[in-house]
């Protein structure tokens, strides 16, 4: 749960530094996603966000951590995060979550998106969009909440608002960010009792949910990295970095700083230069 390790609280100028790096992120992440289509294998994805962050000066955050063979993890259908690029060839329907982090300058950005490739079910494509409002919900709150639990109340509640019934996933969750690329606090998906840490300027995070479109059970395959849903129902994952400070928050690692999502929501957001 809410551990009491030490928050890096950042400054606003280490704030700049990591939009930078979250830029890098979003760069890398839409190239795949323009380039993602059936045929693809999830290697050619990973080869296309391994060359926009060498371009960009920039090294992958994911690559060697603890092991970890590539620069993105690409899970498919029933893989929830963290599978591995390799030769599996994306077909018609595939849900595909994709997530991408980089270290610029010391500093970390951390972001996932899903998408169905043509001829998607409407069901799937209901999943994505779930997940992705759940995500905005929870993105709000550190705006609007007090404590960083209620994160995972305002995930929560978008999910159990859906006209479909969604597992939340509870085993993985959002966390701090800055300096590494894990941090604290946890960035918990779901509403528990405890509050959390008090939001505050300095704080930066990464707020991802996970859901299926079945139940919230998972387990790890043998490549001891990717999870999978239990039951076998398909999955989506959704991730933004996000910064506090004295005006407001700013979504490092949107290339609008989330000004479009964040505006439905009735949040604006404050970008430092």
Known sequence: MFGREAIEYKTPEQIVL???AGLVV???LAAVRDAARP???TADLDRIAAEVIASAGATPSFLGYHGYPATLCVSVNEEIVHGIPGGRVLQPGDVVSVDCGAILDGWHGDSAFSIVLPDADDADVALVDVT???MWAGIAALATGQRIGDVGGAVEDVAEAAPAEYGVIQE???????TAMHQPPEVLNYRTREGGPRLRPG???AVEPMLTRGQRYTQVLADEWTVITRDGARAAHWEH?????????WVLTAVDGGAEALAALGVEIAALS
Do not use: D, P
């Open 172 to 178: 993985y969750v959002g966390h701090g960010i800055g």
């Open 18 to 20: 990591m939009r930078k």
């Open 132 to 134: 992705e409002r759940s």
């Open 39 to 41: 045929g693809l294998t």
């Open 26 to 28: 979003a760069s890398a």
């Open 241 to 249: 970095s996000v910064a506090i400070h004295e005006a407001g928050i």
């Open 203 to 205: 704080l930066c995070v």
